[in-house]
């Protein structure tokens, strides 16, 4: 890779945007993998009603045996990054290249939008109903209500819903009349990233590549998805044998999981 070197540049940085971590509010850390990589969750059914019998020696009807379920979640995602940064490179560009400062560079371009991707994707490849349609500036409102319909028909919990969604979804709905005659976009920064309410429901707005290839948005519940970070690790080495400078590395463990029993309170909506 080129270096660039200074004749008399600007000791600032032209630093791009960053987002910061977006998917916090839908994920859980409600189970612990501190010295496993595996963790088995057992889900258990019930048993249909039977009609009371008055008469015989089974009146409450003929008992089954109770069985269970497990939902294996190991940790899948082990990644990593590596660079070096020779010290005539940093001395000869005004000191700009400095191993801290590329660091947090690496952790806020490219590991957190990587992790926040792998959770939309896990959560909308665990959705339990799905919608299908093109969404405009004339049914974004309808298209979000009937998600939200189909969610309250799998008796989803009406607490504790927050929806991720695209920019062109949120450009609808903020031009859908239906929606905007209700005077239901009061703006509140209770969870990081939330850029309005829809019926009591917290809008993320994200990057269209955040989201999976036609998702306009997802509807889900934080208690459904458990998402590790099994681990973080990073290293500054200085003057490592064979390099005049800096070697950086870097090691992430995560992951996320939808939870069998709870896919019911994750709806996608995404074009056909």
Known sequence: M??????????????????????????????????????????????????????????????????????????????????????????????????????????DEVIIPEIDTYRLAAICAGAGSTETGTVDATNAYDAFLTVQADLDENKAPQGGRICYCSPSFYKAIKLDDSFTKMGDMATQIAIKGVVGEIDGVPVVKVPSSYLPDGVYFVITNPACTPAPSKLTDYTIHDNPPGISGWLVEGRVRYDAFVLNSKTGAIGVYASA
């Open 2 to 107: 080129a270096v660039n070197y200074a004749s008399k540049y600007a000791d600032k940085i032209d630093e791009r945007f960053t987002l910061g971590a977006l998917t916090g509010g839908a994920v859980n850390q409600d189970y612990d993998w501190l010295g496993v990589e595996t963790v088995n969750v057992y889900s258990v059914p019930t048993v249909a009603m039977n009609d009371y019998a008055t008469t015989g020696s089974n009146r409450y009807g003929d008992p089954s045996e109770l069985d269970n379920e497990v939902q294996e979640m190991k940790v899948s995602q082990d990644r990593s990054f590596t660079f070096t940064i020779d010290k005539k490179s940093r001395d000869d560009t005004q000191m700009t290249m400095e191993a801290g400062a590329a660091l947090q560079r690496q952790i």
